[in-house]
């Protein structure tokens, strides 16, 4: 459908907002409410003028408002600091612009006080009110509008610098024409990065296949091409352009791989950026197309499939991106400028769903507390546990790549007063990475919040992936639960991370899933029992359990992991999660994690029933280094000086065995712990300590009382699990203090004030 465009002026609102992502592929936010998490007295924080930025057509109207701490301030005298030639404003704060075209200033001065505030307005035509967008008549439209682009120019006075010289370094030619803009191309970096432009744009044309890499790689650096050196591009060059773009944007948007229902797949946010950016610049060559093309946007992708899956229910609840942290990051990098535009031009995309808000916190979680160490990177760097297809987690230091640093710094800059924001902005102070110049140039430093005042605990409900600490900062212990699988057979990259766990602690990762990219031979691990080869994607290189050598959960994708209770409690975190595999291999699989957070422990208990008694059943642990193995009843993982003890309590008969999984660098050593109860229903009762190598481990012990369980960890802490291949009951028992473990599922939430778990 193509919606009527309304030609006439409209007033418009924009949200402050800052950097996005780039270097072939570039990436972008939007406004958001929340009170200043500062503390003090109110009347101590600074007044605010409510929308700070606006642009608005000639002659046309906006009422501002002050404020301070989110309360309304009417003792205020108004004023244009331009005089009359930058509009008038009454008593009430009602603003009209002058005919003029240009930039002004209006001032809120609080009477008694003196205190004044500013908000800046930009008088300009428009080309079209559509789609919650007013697009303005002049370029740069997209990152930029005349504040940003000034404040752009200045940075660049204090940070010149040379732009790249191919499209594979630095931010490729985006940086080449962001250099032009910023310098007016007094060098003639536009009119080189024109040039490259037209000999490139057979990369977005439809030459076949089920996907355009080229499209993810080249596609938003064309389009800056266009957007940020229109000036200098001649009528017939910006025909041939504008004629080439269209018509490749146009066919790959309509491929199935990448396509709506793919909705957290890498191609998705690819087209889905060009695509947006695309119609925005050049939406009056061709309004139609572009119309048709913001419908696509808006309606296909977004209001029909992204934006459901981040309800309550949905797959995307949390802010994990399923791919993993290999090509996950995509999701919050692709669509910055994009995102950032269309708040600059009046619809704030990132308020329409609570999915960006739990990707920062998503990132947060997710992030090692302190510089880590990985099998194949010299050096100690900041990280992220992996999952899903992740063939280069070993190779490089996935929370220092521009992707998180981008989008967690445009965060900082778009939720600058709330605690989103704020948090984001420790996130970046935390990694030290800078971002690609064209954030660097907008962004606006802002106060951080330090992470002790956040729960130790995250949920994301979509993947069902749980995050838990011991404390926050360097040293504590965080564990990642995977209770479920990240991602839908629909999405692409998808791992057999199903009912899985991983722990780090002091700057190692004492167990981890061995990453590999799935379907590729040289990724593969070494199979059960040290025979064969097996698709490192598959169950076997991650931390679950075997039947008679074989994974009972999904591949790829498969039944969906059950979430039956779910705790988040002062001294300990509790999950029991029904893992439903299918029946061929297990009748029941429920798999239950209590960590508790004093003595960095994790405890596992999983409830098997197999339809054949004589089954084996195979607790798997991975360890980067050869662990040291007790008899049947223990092993340590010491990888430098940290360590984690591994005891099995249950059942009786069980053997330990350890195979080095291969020779490539991501491979490690697994524990296969084959327990042959010979009965048809059987527990595996686990308990992994995480310790300095050189502390003293915990003597772990089980009592049966009949109708349960009792472990017991040290004087003052046990566990009590209740027999049965349902979860029902339980008690954890801390310093003396005894409480029942919760029996549903805790809700978590996140606002713009950070996540809440529910009472």
Known sequence: MIRPVLRTVLVVMFALVAPACFSGDITGGGGGGGDDDGGGDPGDRPLEVDPPTVTIAPGGQRTFAASRSGQAVSAIAWSVEEGDAGGRITAGGEYAAPMTEGTYTVVATESGSGERATATVTVAQLVATTHGLSIPAAHPRLWFNPSRLARARAWFQANPFNPPTSEDSGGGYGDVALHGLLTDNATGSCTRAIEWGLSRLGDVDDSGGTACDSC??????????????????????????????????????????GGPGMFQNNYYWGYLRNELEWSI??????????????????????????????????????????????????????????????????????????????????????????????????????????????????????????????????????????????????????????????????????????????????YAAGPRYFYGRSAWGASGTVVMLQLGDAAENTIGHQHGDYGTFQIWRGGRFLSHESAAYAGSSSTSVVGYGGAGSVDGALGIAHNTVLVNGANPGPQYSGPEAIVERLESGAGYAFAAVDLVPPATRMQEWRREFVFVRSLETLVILDRIQTADAAATRTFLNHCETAPLVSGDDSATCTVGDQALTMTTLLPAQRAYRVVDEGSRASSQHRIEVDTTPGTAQSYILTVLEARGASEPALTPSVTDGGSSYTVTLDGSTSITFQKGMTSTGGAIRIGGTERPLRAGVQAMSVTGDGPVWEP
């Open 216 to 257: 993810r790689w080249t596609g938003e650096q064309l389009i800056l091409v266009y957007d940020w050196c229109h000036p200098y591009f001649t009528a017939a060059q910006r025909a041939t352009y504008v004629a080439g773009m269209s018509t490749g944007i146009q066919a790959w948007s309509r491929k199935s791989w």
């Open 281 to 458: 610049t050049a939406y009056e060559e061709d309004p139609a197309w572009a119309e048709a093309m913001l419908d696509w946007v808006f309606t296909n992708r977004l209001a029909q499939r992204f934006d459901p899956s981040t309800a309550p229910t949905g797959a995307s609840r949390g802010g994990v991106a399923s791919e993993g942290s290999e090509y996950g990051p995509v999701v919050g990098a692709y669509p910055l400028v994009p995102f950032v535009t269309a708040s600059l031009l009046g619809r704030n995309v990132y308020e329409e769903t609570p999915f960006w808000r739990e990707s920062v916190y998503a990132v947060i979680y997710s992030t090692t507390p302190a510089p880590t160490r990985v099998p194949d990177v010299t050096g100690a760097g900041y990280t992220v546990f992996p999952f899903s297809d992740d063939e280069g987690w070993n190779s490089r230091f996935q929370a220092q790549t521009h992707y998180y640093p981008d989008f967690m710094t445009t965060m900082a800059s778009y939720w600058p007063a709330n605690n989103v924001g704020r948090h984001a902005r420790q996130w970046t102070e935390m990694v030290g990475v800078t971002p690609w110049r064209h954030v660097q140039a907008v962004d606006e430093p802002t106060a951080p919040l330090a992470f002790d005042g956040l729960p130790l605990d995250f």
